[in-house]
């Protein structure tokens, strides 16, 4: 039912999910791979999965990436 | 000025991370000024509490849309983070091993702070209470079309069956402030002193259990990831 989508995406869980510890305790490396134009998400598939899934620390990704990119 | 809103940096123990095996010379330019002694480790902090001050209040404001703080507060929430970042870089030099370039391990910690003191801040204005259980709101958190919400009826009436039934009284406060009243994690994390990894949890297994009970329904079809 094309009207749930939103819900549908949000009920879908990825098992490679690292969880918010895990994917924090890396994020300054992740961040300096995407800053780097390199395949963050290849090397770390449960924090890209982790990412994708959780909004505050979709939030602090953003926000790191931004800072480390702003010069 | 270093410390001045969020406490002295004396006695914060000083830098032993051997600079010179670092790849990136601005790295290694941190990290032995920041261990040098006098007027060099002085300098080298004031720079760098500029840097997170300036960096906490571009957060701070890149994430105002999402939080009830503003205003003064709002700035008050950057210096107190950028504030208490530095101190907690300062005293966890030995931990930066390299894996990124020194600065962006350092702005993590001003990020975390801007998100944790956004979360305890929520608070002192929230515009939905705790345990507040708006479930009639529910269908529009997820952009169902009002004219086609009849039809989704079922689908919302057993999701909240099974956070009824088969969700513990924990589990259930969990799911219900922050996906039914949309409370951000970090604020009910810090409501409930419990760190985000533990509401996130509750969160992840709250939703297989609710994708199962729809599977099993025939509201959804695809299995999904889960069972991957």
Same mark, same amino acid.
């Given at each position: 039912m094309r009207n749930l989508e939103r819900l549908e995406r949000f009920l879908r869980t990825d098992p490679r999910d690292v969880g918010c510890d895990e994917a924090m305790a890396v994020l300054h490396v992740y961040v300096d791979l995407v800053a780097a134009g390199q395949d963050a998400a290849a090397r770390y598939p449960g924090v890209a999965a982790h990412l994708e899934a959780c909004g505050p620390c979709g939030e602090d990704f953003t926000g790191l990436l931004l800072a480390a990119t702003s010069g | 000025m270093i410390g001045g809103r969020g406490g002295s940096l004396a006695g914060v123990e000083r830098a032993r991370v051997?600079?010179? @095996?670092? +790849?990136d010379e601005e790295s290694s330019a941190w990290l032995r000024r920041l261990g040098a002694a006098g007027a060099e480790r002085t300098a080298a902090e004031r720079e760098l509490h500029a840097i997170l001050v300036r960096i906490a209040l571009a957060e701070v404001r890149r994430r105002s849309a999402g939080t009830p703080v503003n205003g003064k507060e709002l700035d008050d929430v950057a210096h107190q983070a950028a504030d208490d970042a530095m101190v907690a870089i300062l005293a966890k030099l030995? /931990?930066? =091993? /390299? @894996?990124? =370039?020194f600065t962006t391990w350092a702005y993590r910690f001003v990020i975390l702070e801007v998100s944790t003191k956004l979360g305890r801040h929520y608070w002192r204005n929230p515009p939905v209470a705790l345990d507040? /259980? +708006?479930? @009639?709101?529910l269908p529009d958190r997820f952009g169902i079309d009002p004219a086609r919400q009849a039809e989704a009826a079922g689908v919302f009436a057993e999701v909240r069956r099974v956070v009824d039934e088969e969700l513990t009284a924990h589990q259930r406060r969990v799911f219900v402030a922050i996906v039914v009243d949309g409370i951000p994690l970090d604020a009910l994390a810090a409501e409930l002193g419990l760190r985000r990894n533990a509401l996130y949890k509750v969160v992840f297994d709250a939703r297989r259990k609710i994708r199962r009970a729809l599977v099993a329904k025939g509201y959804l079809d695809d299995p999904g990831l889960e069972r991957r």
């Amino acid at each position: 039912m094309r009207n749930l989508e939103r819900l549908e995406r949000f009920l879908r869980t990825d098992p490679r999910d690292v969880g918010c510890d895990e994917a924090m305790a890396v994020l300054h490396v992740y961040v300096d791979l995407v800053a780097a134009g390199q395949d963050a998400a290849a090397r770390y598939p449960g924090v890209a999965a982790h990412l994708e899934a959780c909004g505050p620390c979709g939030e602090d990704f953003t926000g790191l990436l931004l800072a480390a990119t702003s010069g | 000025m270093i410390g001045g809103r969020g406490g002295s940096l004396a006695g914060v123990e000083r830098a032993r991370v051997p600079a010179a @095996e670092l +790849q990136d010379e601005e790295s290694s330019a941190w990290l032995r000024r920041l261990g040098a002694a006098g007027a060099e480790r002085t300098a080298a902090e004031r720079e760098l509490h500029a840097i997170l001050v300036r960096i906490a209040l571009a957060e701070v404001r890149r994430r105002s849309a999402g939080t009830p703080v503003n205003g003064k507060e709002l700035d008050d929430v950057a210096h107190q983070a950028a504030d208490d970042a530095m101190v907690a870089i300062l005293a966890k030099l030995d /931990g930066f =091993r /390299g @894996e990124s =370039r020194f600065t962006t391990w350092a702005y993590r910690f001003v990020i975390l702070e801007v998100s944790t003191k956004l979360g305890r801040h929520y608070w002192r204005n929230p515009p939905v209470a705790l345990d507040a /259980g +708006q479930w @009639e709101l529910l269908p529009d958190r997820f952009g169902i079309d009002p004219a086609r919400q009849a039809e989704a009826a079922g689908v919302f009436a057993e999701v909240r069956r099974v956070v009824d039934e088969e969700l513990t009284a924990h589990q259930r406060r969990v799911f219900v402030a922050i996906v039914v009243d949309g409370i951000p994690l970090d604020a009910l994390a810090a409501e409930l002193g419990l760190r985000r990894n533990a509401l996130y949890k509750v969160v992840f297994d709250a939703r297989r259990k609710i994708r199962r009970a729809l599977v099993a329904k025939g509201y959804l079809d695809d299995p999904g990831l889960e069972r991957r």
